[in-house]
């Protein structure tokens, strides 16, 4: 898939720009380690079926349906989002980048507007964006608690872009269906040797060296 005649690009972040996935899932496993090894097998689990959903959202998930205990208080809910970030902001911005992205990235941002799209809470994801010395690329940057859908249909509203000509570049279901809802293009990056997420007649990438023109 040729990134030419596009008129932007929309990207994932986690495994789309960095190489920070197996980041995230350690920092879940470590956050309900004390509930024992089942638990955290679940955690790690529906985590990794489910990329690209929030974070709060995968926290209530496991406090029903993992550890059959009462709603989090806004309180919990506050304090497990704190010490997941201390367990991977720093990581995030010292993490390797998806091969070719960086390039990719800088190669487009003189050409059309580039955005990003992320379930990561979207104060963190200007912090590492920024940290990582690639804001200046960007148009503009949206996390959680906005969905991936409601974020594309906003960009592609915002400025005026045809979804057609639009591509989404993702590693999880979350995006493809963001992208399927508001009729952008589409293409999956699936980490070398992980399962494919996606559908078989979804094109995917092992990483982004073939989109750099």
């Not at 920070?20 to 529906?46: C, M, P």
């Not at 496991?62 to 806004?74: A, N, Y």
């Not at 059309?112 to 960007?138: C, D, K, N, Q, W």
């Not at 148009?139 to 591509?167: F, M, N, R």
């Amino acid at each position: 898939m040729k990134t030419a005649n596009r008129q932007a690009i929309i990207f994932d972040f986690d495994g789309v720009v960095v190489e920070s996935g197996k980041i995230k899932t350690q920092a879940f496993a470590e956050l309900y380690r004390a509930y024992g090894e089942d638990i955290v097998a679940k955690v790690v689990q529906f985590h990794m079926q489910n990329g690209g959903m929030s974070r709060h959202r995968k926290f209530r998930h496991f406090q029903e349906h993992f550890l059959h205990q009462p709603p989090l208080t806004e309180a919990e809910e506050k304090q497990l989002d704190i010490h997941f970030s201390e367990l991977v902001v720093e990581a995030v911005i010292a993490a390797d980048p998806v091969p070719g992205a960086i390039e990719l990235i800088r190669r487009q941002s003189g050409k059309i507007p580039l955005f990003v799209a992320s379930g990561t809470p979207e104060t963190e994801l200007r912090i590492i964006v920024e940290r990582r010395g690639l804001a200046p690329y960007f148009t503009d940057v949206h996390g959680a608690p906005a969905l991936k859908k409601t974020i594309i249909a906003e960009i592609l509203s915002k400025y005026a872009l045809q979804p057609e000509a639009v591509l989404m570049i993702g590693d999880a279901m979350a995006d493809l269906e963001g992208a399927q809802a508001n009729n952008t293009a589409f293409l999956g990056r699936v980490y070398p040797g992980d399962p494919n997420p996606f559908p078989a007649h979804i094109e995917t990438v092992p990483d982004l060296c073939g989109l750099v023109e």
